[in-house]
């Protein structure tokens, strides 16, 4: 079945610093792909999604790129701010064709702390 | 405009009771999604409805059900509640009936803690 591996965290930074957040996932076809993110207190929200092979996401900063050939969405942020800090989720939902309509497979979540 | 709206917020129960979870999900959308994120790991898909019919069940046992009104809020209920239930059911709703064309929005759940 479809599957979401995240990096192991938590991950702690410094303010300004690079983020790579690390994803790859297993899946038949042609999934489409997003990065959740939940701030303290919130509820999740979409922070960018790619659709199809070789789509770019982008959102306050934040980046992911869909490469199939390596069954990859890694989350970057060339630099990171103290209102970065929080539970990032990356996700997968079903082919188009599919018959997983509201489903998503989510990874395990990685925890982001970026210290002044 | 208003999110999806979930209640109650908190709730605590003992093992073996029932449990109805409710959520009303942003005007005009006809689906909703229930999910069950226990303490550090990512969401697990329990139900989707669209149109009031089910379209999707996760891997859950009976004692979940759902369902969906009229008025496209929905109910999520647990029989015979156990300490495993504890968890932060999450519910979220879109306007098409398939996530690649749209995104999901999440309320910011229900914390159910079983004694």
């Known amino acids: 079945g479809d599957s979401v591996t995240q990096m192991e965290g938590p991950v702690t930074l410094s303010e300004e610093a690079f983020l790579t957040i690390n994803c790859t996932y297993t899946a038949t076809g042609y999934p489409s792909l997003f990065w959740y993110v939940q701030y303290p207190g919130e509820g999740l929200q979409l922070l960018l999604k790619?659709?199809?092979?070789?789509d770019k996401g982008s959102n306050k900063g934040f980046e992911a790129t869909y490469r199939k050939e390596t069954t990859s969405f890694h989350l970057e942020k060339g630099s990171v701010q103290v209102s970065d800090s929080a539970v990032y989720f990356c996700a997968l939902g079903a082919n188009a064709g599919g018959t997983s309509y509201g489903k998503l497979t989510f990874g395990q979540g990685t925890i982001l702390t970026v210290h002044p | 405009d208003a999110g999806v709206t979930q209640s109650p917020t908190h709730l605590i129960k003992t093992r073996g009771q029932h449990v109805t979870l409710r959520c009303s999900p942003i005007s005009g959308h006809k689906s909703v999604s229930w999910y069950q994120q226990v303490l550090g790991q990512g969401p697990q898909f329990i139900f989707q409805y669209y149109e009031k019919e089910e379209r999707g069940r996760g891997n859950f046992p009976d004692r979940f059900s759902a369902r969906q009104f009229p008025n496209y809020s929905s109910e999520l209920n647990v029989n015979a509640l156990l300490l495993g239930d504890s968890a932060l059911y999450l519910c979220a709703s879109s306007l098409g009936d398939r996530v690649k064309r749209g995104e999901l929005f999440f309320g910011e759940g229900s914390r159910l803690t079983v004694l």
């Open positions: 790619a659709t199809k092979a070789d």
